[in-house]
Nanobody, 130 residues
Framework: QVELVESGGGSVQAGGSLRLSCAASGATRSSLCVGWFRQAPGNEREGVAVITTGGGRISYADSVKGRFTISRNVARDTVYLQMNRLKPEDTAMYYC???????????????????????WGQGTQVTVSS
């Protein structure tokens, strides 16, 4: 079992920055695939960035490439999402999610699909005003 706790959300103006944190606890010895998702009211949950805690392999959704950076601190069992040049359309509840990596330390296929992940945090709200 893996527990995830997000923090760092808040309200900013367009063009501003926020850094989200996802702290993992529990069965974290083996490599995890950790994804950041977001969901705005009335919308589907959308995957935006993924990282493996073992090898640091990274993927981004096109909507955030060049603006968001995902990273991890292995010693702290924490994954971060640095969000720069925020836009009003980035407003959403942000969730982190995790699943075990496959052989070789790779994420399973479908890294931006909600059903790929077994563990979810409670979410942190990000609001960007124009």
């Amino acid at each position: 079992q893996v527990e995830l706790v997000e923090s760092g959300g808040g309200s900013v103006q367009a063009g501003g920055s926020l850094r989200l944190s996802c702290a993992a606890s529990g069965a974290t010895r083996s490599s995890l695939c950790v994804g950041w998702f977001r969901q705005a009211p009335g919308n589907e949950r959308e995957g935006v960035a993924v990282i493996t805690t073992g090898g640091g392999r990274i993927s981004y959704a096109d909507s955030v490439k060049g603006r968001f950076t995902i990273s991890r601190n292995v010693a702290r069992d924490t994954v971060y999402l640095q969000m720069n040049r925020l836009k009003p359309e980035d407003t959403a509840m942000y969730y982190c999610a995790a699943t075990r990596t496959r052989d070789g330390g790779y994420c399973p296929s479908g890294v931006f699909l909600r059903e790929t992940y077994n563990y979810w945090g409670q979410g942190t709200q990000v609001t960007v005003s124009s």
